[in-house]
């Protein structure tokens, strides 16, 4: 590992920790009209310090929501380009009075960053613009091409990233994408994720009467659109949770063995889960699958919420005229989205119950990734970060859905470097969202070390 | 039937028309706080007319809720006492764009008074004041003895009424209560009610994990409550309606031969029901009882609401902690309410779903009722009606619940009358509730010859 950038960082710690802290100070929350001004100082906040770590052709673009920042360093010719993203906006900090100190004042206690943001996603992204600080201030150059481009919608679902990165692939163009934001797998274990799943969201509505009826008089004979929703339901999983809707396997490809044994020697504990995350009674889901293969590797499918009839406090006699539910599927790499909306549009018109009409609305839907692990770029980051943290890399997927991956996959070609210093327990969208100081530390050194070897 | 009465009615008809319009025109609407004066007003118009027409005794009867109001003329030794009811108190008017004429300005279209609480229930109480005036006025007396307890609370559960009479048996002993609540089976068919459906209704709590959970991040190992209530409550009857508690048909009687021919002999068409009432794709229910025997004298089971998890406009992909549904059961004679509560809990807790903690609140619980339509004051009711419309009664039941009804059976001994002169498409409790004016008059004088002919 490059020398002169930890003893640069060493040297500026300090400094390094003041600007992050100004950076948490503007309450970005990109959910709230109120916010608005605030996250527009954070987008010129980011685009000051790009331009101040050397970067060039610094802009601002706007969009229909909030801002995008994009800047560049083009002068490494023959050297790949690496895409840096990232997001500058946050989520709402409620409830306050489950904050320890102030959201929007970063507080260091017990060797941790308490604030809002801290690790999803300014502390991380802030990371790149720092070592690509340090590798210039070392340097004087970057050692390979360098974009950088940093949302303000992250939290919202990224429309205008979405819109923009099709209409501007030459401009985008890269042989790799540096993500920072996800999380180690435990504390010390040097992580790349290179599985993700995919997402279909969809509403489905069940019309049984034309209006709510009296159920003493009706109860009986007419159908009840909070029942035939529940029937219909009912019938997409067995009790162990295996989805029913037919086809929804057939293009699942099972994890290779060698993935499944490196899953195998990660440190996890079902008990720990099921005691300090989840918290219910026990676990569920395909007894015949590790936890692991179950959240990442295989698809799922889930009630978000449902609604429908009289829910206030006491008793009402109604047979509900409707009912909604939030339902979605994820999917693994290989599973084709169209494909399981077709099935599951297929599978609700076959089995809706007497009486009772169910339509499907989706909302929105993408595919699962995966990474090869032998791509050139992943193997650098994964030597760098072991270098770094002195443990072999592991590689894991997760279970979540990242769709900026995917449009960089689909949109530009490029793979996607998961390389995130946050930790299991950070607390993200929770009160207390914290960010070890020393990875903030370490993925400054551990970004620019991967750019140093990948220009080599 | 008394040409006395008849000749009294037709000539003081604008006087009963307006007196009725006085007393809608009040609106006193029992669950809102802002027309708590109003139905005061109700209470003390209601005392006042008792009075005129002759009563003795009255009081307005202080309660923690609305006021009772109470009178009575016992001075026919050696005849029946007969206690009529109704309630002075409506249903809010909402929604209010939907009347065509405004819902406490009573107009008279098409033969029928629009208003709120037209029909339910203070045209129908209001027959029973002016018939007990008309008796007076020909007859200077009453050929029964006669009580009248009428609440403010109905529309909101009659609580105090139901306190007040365990504690004022004596008070109100009588040989037969006289309830005019309910509607004709069809135009021009004199119907008594004599059966009635009893109720339990419950809430049931879903707990899966203790608090939401990401479903990326979990979603296949962690059990959701909304999933885990739709599996509980799908388990509970199964595609006909037949309900699939263990024990539930246990003390179920089916109605003997002779009322079974004669609700086939009742002008009922499953379409015109399916068109006009439920307007759903199709009725439901089990296919080898009539429609009638569905609502009328078998059980059932409705989910009447159910809440959980995120149900906002878009997506959000959380498994939710916790779900709740609003159940109940509708109960047939015969039936211990006690008993279904217990097999209910049973069940769930033989069915919650792995990871899922569902637990079962009793809201409320009354038995279903069947009155002996052999029974002397119910011949003579039926004969009284009979005679007024010149068709023989016929005896129906409904699927609904009618507390007081069984407060009247279990605390006082005595049977119910249910001669109601409402008809099937009166909306009550709905826009544009209306009561037909010449029922009006018609059922002023039934109830004073069913009173006549019940002195003989």
Redesign the interface.
């Known amino acids: 590992m490059s020398k002169a950038v930890s003893i640069w960082v060493d040297s500026h710690r300090q400094r390094l920790l003041d600007e992050l802290f100004e950076l948490i100070r503007i309450p970005s929350v990109s959910t709230l009209p109120e916010h608005v001004p605030d996250v527009a100082r954070a987008a010129a906040f980011t685009a000051d310090k790009l331009r101040a770590a050397g970067l060039e052709n610094v802009e601002i673009i706007p969009t229909d929501g909030h801002p995008l920042v994009y800047a560049d360093w083009l002068h490494a010719p023959g050297k790949p380009t690496v895409l840096c993203y990232g997001h500058y906006d946050v989520q709402p900090p409620d409830p306050l009075d489950l904050w320890v100190s102030p959201p929007f004042e970063p507080e260091l206690r017990n060797g941790n960053i308490y604030a809002r943001g801290a690790v999803d996603d300014k502390g991380q992204f802030y990371m790149h613009v720092k070592a690509i600080e340090a590798l210039f201030a070392v340097h004087g150059k970057l050692p390979v091409n360098v974009k950088v481009l940093i949302e303000g919608e992250e939290e919202i679902g990224g429309k205008s990233i979405s819109k923009f990165v099709p209409l501007n692939k030459a401009k985008l163009a890269a042989d790799v994408a540096l993500v920072s934001d996800t999380a180690l797998y435990a504390e010390g274990l040097p992580t790349l994720c290179i599985g993700l ?1 995919g ?1 279909v ?1 969809m509403e489905i509505v069940a ?5 709510d ?12 659109a ?2 035939g929703i ?2 219909l ?3 997409f ?1 067995d ?1 162990d ?1 295996r989805i029913l809707v037919p086809g929804i396997y057939d293009d699942v490809v099972d994890p290779a063995p060698e993935e499944l044994a490196s899953w195998q020697s990660l440190p996890f504990s079902e008990a720990a ?1 099921l005691r300090d ?10 007894p015949d699958r590790s ?1 692991l293969e ?2 990442w590797s ?1 698809p ?1 499918m ?10 206030g406090a ?7 005229a409707t ?4 339902v ?1 599927f ?1 999917l693994v790499p290989n599973q084709k989205p169209e494909a399981v909306v077709a099935a599951v549009k297929a599978f609700v018109e076959a089995h809706s ?5 169910c339509t499907v609305n989706v ?2 839907h993408g595919p699962g990734l995966l990474v090869n692990p032998n791509h050139p770029a992943i193997e650098v980051a994964a030597a760098a970060f072991a270098e770094m943290m002195g443990r072999p890399t592991v590689f894991t997927r ?4 990242i769709p900026i991956v995917g449009e960089f996959h689909e949109q530009l070609g490029i793979p996607t470097i998961l390389m995130g210093l946050g930790l299991p327990d950070d607390g993200l969208h929770s009160p207390n969202e914290k960010f070890k100081l020393a990875n903030y530390y370490l993925g400054i050194e551990t970004v620019a070390h991967f750019l140093e070897m990948y220009g080599d």
Chains 1, 2 share one sequence.
């Open positions: 799943r997402l969201y019309q049984g009467p034309s209006r009826l009296h159920s003493g008089l009706y109860g009986g004979a007419a159908p009840n909070v029942y529940i029937e339901l009912s019938k999983k009790a949770g889960m995350e989840v918290g219910a009674a026990s676990l569920t889901g395909e936890v179950r959240v295989r799922t889930e009630v978000h919420g449902i609604a429908g009839g009289f829910t006491g008793a009402k006699t109604v047979i509900p009912a909604t539910a939030k979605s994820r119950p007497k009486g009772v009409v909302l929105s997760s279970g979540g859905s």
